[in-house]
DNA sequence: GCTGTTCTGCACAAGACTTTGCAGAAAGAA
DNA sequence: TTCTTTCTGCAAAGTCTTGTGCAGAACAGC
């Protein structure tokens, strides 16, 4: 049996975050939201049957509980629920419950654990949306980045391309940089991955394209740089590397986060380009077992 | 030959436990395995046909796998994958009481994080000391990789090459891998890094190096594939995505971890490589502020 | 205490997911 | 190579889950 604490500000700060509207709820409708906020186990997994088994109702005020929060049913209402419990966990799992085996690999793992944990705190949220928004409405999108740090925007550029957007990654430097920045437009967008001391020709690419009225999109770790000024967009990443290299995991999980803003953003799109991609490359017969 | 270090399945060793008895599976069956293996989340909240579309098979063959492995089906089996991750995962997590930022940078952010813990226990320690034994003594490094998964490859080849190894990145096919792959000799070590469905060319590139005599190191999701069994070591990195798109965040960070490796093994060698590279970056003049 | 409104539970309908029969494809044996 | 066996994909059948109309119960206002 459950204690009920009289419903309201159901889910305020918990694991549920604003997964539930401070709605007035009834009674049976406050007791499945007790229900769940209790067993978040059971609510992430759980089928009606077992909800309301819990909650001491009838399954279909389980149902009637998720249309009245403002989803479309129950499965809705539990995808949302599962996403919000597993970043919860994620988010307060002990680092290392099990007994340590170090070596080199283990060290670099627990380090980027690290690393991407930090910049849980360091992307700004806003700025990561500004920056979905200005990669959905571009007309043309330039992903820059040399080295090492390239490997970010290798990533990014081919899975934007695989999603249907006008993607191109751009990883020469000189005249083959200029001319592809030179080329950009008002409605265009410019992201740059670079991490530690700052790249005379990076940072010059992304004033230049800021000064043709395209938007500057920058993933880095440095906020103080000319290149970080010349951006419309900074998102910050944590870049401490096991040994004397920076590491760009925080940087490549921020590329798949923008990908997800995107589908998140629209859905439809990025669901039609991937399948023609992918459709694509059955016909190319590059698979094998 | 060089000596084969997967034995072990340390795939197995993971979050999976003993919930996948070491049965002779065929082909489809072990590409759900696998696939299983490398996507903790689908596998505890998917669908079968979420699961056949991610190990490229029929739904019938995920729930025949089910059943082939002891279940009473499909639900069975996901009852129980989802406890052991849950457990894995979970365990001693208290709810804490911090404020939830949830934005897709963040969800992205957080699920690496699991990517990350749970390549602690895939890749085998073993396998990755013999594989940096490998890279020590090679003439000769080429390191390959394909589209959004080229990203680790090209960091490592790039960071090798700071460091003062003989390594190149080739992320081109056809007759350029052909003959790149060609020219390797025994003591020389070819490195991939895929994840996803093998690629044709990756594969036939890994069974031409290990003809010729050289040490190849692979870094992928599947262990049950032609690549997996081309490699003199394997190491094994879970590959799921915040969306549809695999992530390369785990195999990135094993990459940095491999470097991590050398340099506890050669420290004077690296650090006279790095040197030397970073003074040259100097001379070049290519900073800013 | 009476009456009108809202809520809940039941039972069934609609829908989604899983399993299986079958036939063709692939792999292995002779 | 040919024959036999095993495996896989398709599509339909079977099972389980979710949603809704209806009728009675609870509640609030008067």
């Given at each position: 049996m459950d204690e009920t604490t009289e419903s309201q500000t159901p889910g305020n700060g918990g694991w549920l975050g604003d997964a539930i509207p401070a709605l007035k709820l009834t009674k049976a409708q406050a007791r499945v939201v007790d229900a769940l906020t209790v067993n978040p186990k059971l609510a992430s997994y759980g089928d009606v049957t077992e909800i309301a088994l819990k909650a001491g109702v009838n399954s279909s005020s389980v149902s009637r509980t998720a249309q009245a929060l403002g989803y479309r049913g129950w499965s809705d209402l539990q995808r949302e629920l599962r996403a919000r419990y597993l970043v919860h966990i994620a988010d307060t799992a002990p680092l290392s419950h099990r007994v340590e085996v170090r070596s080199p690999i283990h060290d670099s793992l627990a380090h980027d654990v690290e690393n991407l944990r930090l910049a849980m705190d360091t992307v700004d949220p806003q700025a990561a949306d500004d920056a979905v928004t200005a990669l959905a409405t571009a007309r043309r999108i330039i992903v820059v980045g040399q080295g090492s740090y390239s490997a970010s925007a290798v990533a990014f550029a081919h899975l934007l391309a695989t999603a249907g957007y006008p993607a191109n990654f751009e990883g020469r430097a000189g005249v083959h940089l200029a001319s592809a920045v030179g080329s950009l437009r008002p409605g265009d967008a410019l992201v740059v991955f670079h991490l530690w001391r700052p790249l005379k020709h990076l940072t010059i690419a992304a004033q230049l394209a800021r000064q043709a009225g395209a938007t500057v999109i920058t993933v880095t770790?440095?906020?103080?740089t000319d290149l970080a000024k010349a951006s419309n967009h900074l998102l910050l990443v944590p870049s401490e590397g096991v040994y004397a290299f920076q590491s760009a995991t925080a940087s490549l999980s921020v590329a798949y986060g923008l990908l997800a803003g995107l589908e998140a953003r629209e859905p439809e799109r990025v669901k039609a380009g991937i399948e023609r991609t992918s459709q694509f490359w059955d016909e190319l017969d590059l698979y094998t077992n």
């Open positions: 770790d440095l906020k103080s």
